[in-house]
C-alpha cells in the first residue's frame, strides 16, 4: 500500500487520525503554528498524543490529559499558563466546529490568526512597496544627476 493509501497515521502511536477533531496537526494550525504549506509535509499525531499541547484544552467535553517532566504546567509560570489554556481551549473548541462549518480551509485558523496574517502580509507587502520605491528614487536621482551633469558639459 502507498503511502498516500494509508490515511494520516499517528507518528506517536502509529494509529490512524480519523477525524480532523482529534488531529495535533490541524489543531496547530487553527492556532497558527504551522501553514497551509506546511500541512502535507508535517507529521500527524493525535491532540491527545501531544501531552505538551494537549493538556492546556481546559473543556469539559474533553478528558484532562496530563504532561511530565520539564514542560508539565505545573512547572511553568501561571500567566503564561492561563494565556495558553485560553489559547488552545479556544482553538480547540474551533477544531471541533470545522466539520460543521463550510469553510474553505484557509479559513480554518482563529480570527486573531487569520487577522495577523492580514496584517503581516499587508506590512511585507508595504515593505515592498518603499524598497521599490527607494529602488526607483535611487535610479532616478541617478538619471537627473547623470542628466545635470551633460547639461553643465554642454554649457561649457
Known amino acids: ?8 497515521l499517528c507518528d506517536v502511536c502509529g494509529k490512524d487520525v480519523e477525524e480532523i477533531t482529534d488531529s495535533d496537526l490541524y489543531l496547530r494550525y487553527v492556532l497558527g503554528e504551522v501553514s497551509a504549506e506546511n500541512l502535507n509535509i ?3 499525531r493525535h491532540i491527545r498524543c501531544n501531552p505538551t ?6 473543556d469539559p467535553d474533553f478528558e484532562p490529559v496530563r504532561c511530565q517532566g520539564s514542560f508539565c504546567k505545573e512547572q511553568l509560570d501561571t500567566e503564561y499558563v492561563a494565556q495558553e489554556e485560553a489559547r488552545v481551549t479556544r482553538g480547540w473548541r474551533r477544531l471541533q466546529e470545522l466539520p ?3 469553510l474553505a480551509i484557509t479559513e480554518y485558523p482563529l480570527p486573531e490568526v487569520l487577522e495577523a496574517r492580514e496584517k503581516s ?3 511585507r507587502s508595504l ?3 518603499v524598497r521599490n520605491e527607494t529602488e526607483y528614487a535611487r535610479r532616478m536621482r541617478g538619471y537627473l544627476e547623470g542628466t545635470a551633469e551633460r547639461h553643465r558639459m554642454n554649457d561649457d
Open 1 to 8: 500500500m502507498s503511502q498516500c493509501e494509508t490515511g494520516y
Open 42 to 44: 508535517t507529521r500527524e
Open 53 to 58: 499541547v494537549a493538556q492546556f484544552i481546559v
Open 100 to 102: 460543521a462549518l463550510d
Open 121 to 123: 502580509s499587508m506590512e
Open 127 to 129: 515593505s515592498s512597496e
